[in-house]
């Protein structure tokens, strides 16, 4: 849902029925039309920003009996709707170009903090536009206004999903790349672990004989034995490590 806490800004020169006048708040409210007496009120939002969180700045575009044009807070008439609608385009193409750019997550976050907001307002802005185009059925300049507001919300849509599947395949490429580093160190890990078995006894032996100064460990003749005998427990530990790993693993 919209909300403004910005205080409504319609002129007080313009003669608006009091029909319209009534209605009007001390804030803009949401995006909406209002029409009576042959007047057309069109009251819209300024393109959000993700600074703004909830709030809008509304801006308005009134359409007299005699089919005149003006608009505030900026003048111009309907050459300033016009530019209302290329504002939004431009803040589209501002999120399109940061969804391509984007590579990480937190990239895609951004476009997306950006093309919420967005998108609500611009379905929005074609809801009152739609609205306007059925009150002045024979008014071409709504009907082309109407048009572009069409292709503005496919644009936004578009740009919001594409941000959308881009995060979720970075997402799910930041989770494959963390298993397979996971995986690298379980398999090091392993490794480490076997070459500790097969040479925990041989080391624990020559701790054995390490008490002895190495002269009188070199000149006795069981050293090779020893040798040896660490070297086929360390064979043995192993082979009982790693048939205890695969039956651990089925």
């Known amino acids: 849902m919209e909300r403004n806490d910005t205080p ?62 003006k608009s505030a807070p900026e003048r111009g008439g309907l050459k300033a709707l016009q530019a209302h609608l290329g504002s939004y385009r431009k803040a589209i193409h501002g999120v399109d170009a940061l969804t391509d750019k984007a590579t990480r997550p937190e990239d895609y976050f951004e476009a997306l903090q950006r093309a919420h907001p967005l998108l609500r307002s611009t379905r929005n802005l074609l809801s009152v536009l739609q609205s306007a185009r059925e009150a002045r059925r024979l008014d071409p300049s709504l009907i082309a206004l109407r048009d572009e507001a069409v292709d503005l919300e496919r644009a936004i849509d578009l740009t919001t999903q594409d941000a959308k599947v881009g995060m979720d395949f970075s997402l799910a490429k930041s989770a494959q790349e963390q298993a397979a580093f996971a995986h690298q160190a379980a398999a090091e890990a392993r490794r480490l672990n076997l070459l500790a078995a097969f040479f925990f006894p041989l080391a624990t032996l020559v701790a054995i004989f390490g008490m002895n100064s190495p002269r009188d460990v070199l000149a006795d003749g069981s050293l090779v034995g020893v040798i040896v005998v660490g070297v086929m427990i360390g064979f043995i530990v192993l082979l009982a490590v790693m048939g205890g790993k695969r039956g651990a693993g089925r």
Do not use: C, N, Y
């Open 8 to 69: 409504a800004s319609v002129p007080k020169t313009w003669e608006l029925p009091p029909a319209i006048r009534a209605r009007l708040g001390v804030a803009a409210g949401r995006q909406r039309l209002m029409d009576a007496e042959g007047h057309l009120l069109l009251i819209l939002h300024a393109v959000p920003q993700p600074e703004d969180e909830e709030s809008r700045q509304g801006v308005f575009f009134w359409q007299a009996a005699d089919g005149q044009w």
